[in-house]
């Protein structure tokens, strides 16, 4: 049984940054493709980026792509998100997803283990 906990959410001004960091344990951290995801409430929730297992390949939702980076260090058991150029329709609980899939994919039944999630909110 893997652990996801993430930490790094928080309250932050349209264009700015934050970076959302995400610890596994209780498993093999190699074994898992991570990605991150973002729910809005009432809505479904959405695919933001996939890192493989040993980083060599990622993935991102277009609505993303080109300001937020994933990252993982595997010594560390842990897996990053760096957002930059934050916009008010970012706002969002985020979660980080382990997935036996080693290719990205935006299904949430492909991933097995969820973290509990962090807010993130970008003001205007």
């Known amino acids: 049984q893997v652990q996801l906990v993430e930490f790094g959410g928080g309250l932050v001004q349209a264009g700015g940054s934050l970076r959302l960091s995400c610890v596994a344990s209780?498993?093999?951290?190699?074994?898992?493709?991570m990605g991150w995801w973002r729910q809005v409430l009432g809505q479904e929730r959405a695919f933001v980026a996939h890192?493989?297992?040993?980083?060599?390949?990622?993935n991102y939702a277009d609505s993303v792509k080109g300001r937020y980076n994933i990252s993982r260090d595997n010594a560390k058991n842990t897996v990053y998100l760096q957002m930059n150029g934050l916009k008010p329709e970012d706002t969002a609980v985020y979660y980080c997803?382990?997935?036996?899939?080693?290719?990205?994919?935006?299904?949430?039944?492909?991933?097995?283990?969820w973290g509990q999630g962090t807010q993130v909110t970008v003001s205007s």
């Open positions: 890192i493989s297992r040993f980083g060599g390949t990622t």
């Open positions: 997803a382990a997935t036996l899939r080693n290719t990205g994919s935006d299904s949430p039944h492909d991933y097995r283990y």
């Open positions: 209780g498993g093999p951290f190699t074994a898992y493709g």
